[in-house]
């Protein structure tokens, strides 16, 4: 039981969900019009993102410390594109390696998290923290086994640096194969680190030089006498 909390508190950093950055207000790339994101050729609309992200703000407004819940998870349809793209890289790393997941197996371990909780209640509460609505807590459980049985094939012990090294080149070899492509409203992907970055944008660096000189400008013209 120990292993699967280590494990699990490990991996949710390593996707990147402890840390989001923020959302940038840039206007959506061309060639991504109603998509936030390209995975393989196959699109992630940004309506289901939003619809994803309603669900997790009306789980979490139901619950007793709702305003505190909702201010601690920010951006949520970046975070809930972050959880998408993990995962996808998670199935296609665990399909290269022919590992499969049964139902039974999810059901298993979805059981063992509510024991060490100490209810299905205490689970949901936490993962709605980390952005997870409850519909979404088995595709969590899943995509955590998956990510056990990966390290256990390539012997990748992830309490250490170099079994989390070991798994982020895994994993980012399936990233790169995705060929992961961001609407720059929502950041950019990043194959090595296997998360959402933020995308630096050159109008926006621009305005804000703008504003800048403006502004010493109107206090050396106040200075004058």
Known sequence: MHRRTRTRSTLLAAAGLLAAGPLLTACGSQSHPGAAALVGGERIEVSALQGQANAVR????KTPQGKEVISGTGQLTRAELQITLFRRVVERAAEDAGI???????????????????????????????????????????????????????????STNQG?????????KASKDLKINVNPRFGAWNDEQIMLVAKKTPWIVQKTKDKEAQAAADAGAQQMP
Do not use: N
């Open 58 to 61: 009306a789980a979490q407004a």
């Open 164 to 172: 989390m090294q070991k798994m982020t080149a895994v994993l980012a």
């Open 100 to 158: 499969t997941v049964s139902r039974k197996e999810v059901q298993q371990a979805r059981a063992a998290a509510v024991q060490q909780k100490g209810s299905e209640e205490r689970l949901r509460s936490d993962l709605l923290g980390q952005g997870y609505a409850p519909e979404q807590i088995e595709s969590a459980v899943r995509r955590d086994i998956q990510l056990t049985k990966l390290a256990a094939r390539h012997r990748a012990d992830l």
